[in-house]
């Protein structure tokens, strides 16, 4: 079983966990995949389609693992959508990132492929780039009657039609984010949002098929 693909070297992943990382790239008219092309190298990623069983097989065979699924879903935006939030700033990073530290420990970035705070780290890096507009364009927030923050969701827009939530997270909160999010879409009449969420997620994937999201496409994360 054999695989064609190309190894792309991951620059600012490498700067920020401090692993020489590379992810790679299908291709059939890439030369075949092979484990000197991946010498070298502390960490390799590889995303598949579930569907691609051949893959998953060669890829193995050259020493990758399965870390988890991925599902990936779609919603139409509707026309009028209601929805109270607040543009999250500069003030609100510090309580963002220790929220997002906290609520994304536990991702494919995880022990005991990365250090046992790099999951954390890396989503506390996400939320204050959404916050600044770097990557994502923007972060949502709600709060309570208090001011603490409650729920917040970063978006970010994908051409002239579509937009893709980034990190989604608030207890008791995700039906007002999910309306949020669709809220910062209609605004700038786009036509889908997108977001994506691990397969063992089950709270999350209720979530966005109960908001009027579809599955897209399903796929694993392999890492060697």
Same mark, same amino acid.
Not at 7 to 14: G, I, K, M, N, T
Not at 67 to 89: Q, W
Not at 139 to 147: E, F, K, N, Q, V
Not at 211 to 223: C, D, H, I, K, R
């Given at each position: 079983?054999?695989? *064609?693909? /190309?190894?792309? =070297?991951?620059?600012?992943?490498?700067?920020?966990?401090?692993?020489?990382?590379?992810?790679?790239?299908?291709?059939?008219?890439?030369?075949?995949?092979?484990?000197? !092309?991946?010498?070298?190298?502390?960490?390799?990623?590889? %995303?598949?389609?579930?569907? *691609?069983?051949?893959?998953?097989?060669?890829?193995?065979?050259?020493?990758? *693992?399965?870390?988890?699924?991925?599902?990936?879903?779609?919603?139409?935006? =509707?026309?009028?959508?209601?929805?109270?939030?607040?543009?999250?700033?500069?003030?609100?990073? =510090?309580?963002?990132?220790?929220?997002?530290?906290?609520?994304?420990?536990?991702? /494919?970035?995880?022990?005991?492929?990365?250090?046992?705070?790099?999951?954390?780290?890396?989503? !506390?890096?996400?939320?204050?780039?959404?916050?600044?507009?770097?990557?994502?364009?923007?972060?949502?927030?709600? /709060?309570? =009657?208090?001011?603490?923050?409650?729920?917040?969701?970063?978006?970010?827009?994908?051409?002239?039609?579509?937009?893709?939530?980034?990190?989604?997270?608030?207890?008791?909160?995700?039906?007002?984010?999910?309306?949020?999010?669709?809220?910062?879409?209609?605004?700038?009449?786009? %036509?889908?949002?997108?977001?994506?969420?691990?397969?063992?997620?089950?709270?999350?994937? %209720?979530?966005?098929?109960?908001?009027?999201?579809?599955?897209?496409?399903?796929?694993?994360?392999?890492?060697?």
């Amino acid at each position: 079983m054999t695989v *064609r693909a /190309r190894v792309e =070297p991951l620059d600012w992943e490498s700067q920020f966990f401090g692993l020489q990382s590379a992810i790679v790239r299908f291709d059939d008219d890439a030369p075949e995949l092979t484990a000197d !092309a991946l010498a070298g190298r502390a960490r390799v990623q590889a %995303k598949i389609p579930a569907g *691609r069983a051949d893959w998953l097989d060669a890829l193995q065979q050259l020493g990758f *693992r399965l870390v988890e699924g991925e599902v990936d879903l779609s919603l139409v935006v =509707p026309p009028d959508v209601t929805v109270r939030a607040e543009v999250a700033g500069a003030d609100d990073i =510090p309580a963002l990132r220790a929220l997002a530290a906290r609520d994304f420990a536990l991702s /494919r970035f995880r022990a005991p492929w990365y250090a046992p705070q790099d999951s954390g780290r890396f989503y !506390a890096q996400w939320i204050e780039n959404a916050v600044r507009g770097t990557f994502d364009h923007q972060c949502l927030l709600l /709060r309570t =009657p208090a001011g603490d923050i409650r729920g917040y969701v970063s978006l970010r827009q994908l051409g002239e039609t579509d937009a893709r939530i980034g990190l989604l997270a608030g207890r008791g909160a995700g039906a007002e984010l999910m309306q949020a999010a669709l809220g910062w879409a209609q605004a700038r009449q786009l %036509k889908t949002l997108r977001v994506a969420t691990q397969t063992g997620n089950t709270a999350a994937l %209720k979530r966005y098929i109960q908001s009027g999201a579809n599955v897209e496409s399903t796929a694993f994360w392999l890492y060697r």
